[in-house]
């Protein structure tokens, strides 16, 4: 199994950056991605961004070039580095290990952007 713990939420305004962390724990070797989603009360939850094992990432249009997933592998924690944030960016923010064994999530972190 494996245990994720996200941090790093909080309030910002516009134009603010903030920097999430998913610190993973349990059986690390089996994660072969972590995925960063996103949810607002009343909208499905969203995927946001991804990094694999083998360090390849991806973004939703929506934050390309605004948010910077990396990993941090002699702390197994992935960090989302969110830049120019905006109104539309608040949500509950969570992690997810995509593992041989299944998928785990974390219990999340809220970011709230005032505009």
């Known amino acids: 199994q494996v245990q994720l713990v996200e941090s790093g939420g909080g309030l910002v305004q516009a134009g603010g950056s903030l920097r999430l962390s998913c610190a993973a724990s349990?059986?690390?070797?089996?994660?072969?991605?972590i995925y960063w989603y996103r949810q607002s009360p009343g909208k499905q939850r969203e995927l946001v961004a991804i990094?694999?094992?083998?360090?390849?990432?991806s973004y939703v249009d929506s934050v390309k070039g605004r948010f910077t997933i990396s990993r941090d592998n002699t702390n197994n924690t992935v960090y989302l580095q969110m830049n120019s944030l905006k109104a539309g960016d608040t949500a509950r923010y969570y992690c997810n290990a995509a593992t041989t064994s299944g998928n785990y999530w974390g219990q999340g972190t809220q970011v709230t952007v005032s505009s």
């Open positions: 990094i694999t094992s083998g360090g390849t990432t």
């Open positions: 349990g059986s690390i070797f089996s994660i072969n991605a």
